[in-house]
Nanobody
Framework: QVQLVESGGGLVQTGGSLRLSCAAS????????MGWFRQAPGKEREFVAA????????GYADSVKGRFTISRDNAKNTVYLQMNSLKPEDTAVYYC???????????????WGQGTQVTVSS
């Protein structure tokens, strides 16, 4: 089992920045690809960003490309999501996930955090 705990969410104005963190415990963190997903009210959960086990490969949804950056520190068992130039449409609950495959969809991710709320005011 892998336990994931997100932090860093909050209320920010349009154009502002936030950095989300996801701390992992349990099994060896570096064995897992990590992803960030989000779910806005009334919408399905969607992919945001992913990073490979080593951190050498990353991928982003088109809606956040150029504004968000995913990174990881395997020594600290933590994955980050730096979010810049935030827009009201980025408002959502953000979830981190761990899985065996570096993927841009939910299915390969086996472990999920509880989520952290991000609200961007206009």
């Amino acid at each position: 089992q892998v336990q994931l705990v997100e932090s860093g969410g909050g209320l920010v104005q349009t154009g502002g920045s936030l950095r989300l963190s996801c701390a992992a415990s349990g099994r060896t963190f570096s064995n897992y690809a990590m992803g960030w997903f989000r779910q806005a009210p009334g919408k399905e959960r969607e992919f945001v960003a992913a990073i490979s086990r080593s951190g050498g490969s990353t991928g982003y949804a088109d809606s956040v490309k150029g504004r968000f950056t995913i990174s990881r520190d395997n020594a600290k068992n933590t994955v980050y999501l730096q979010m810049n130039s935030l827009k009201p449409e980025d408002t959502a609950v953000y979830y981190c996930a761990a899985g065996g495959l570096f993927a841009f969809r939910e299915v390969p991710y086996d472990y999920w955090g509880q989520g952290t709320q991000v609200t961007v005011s206009s």
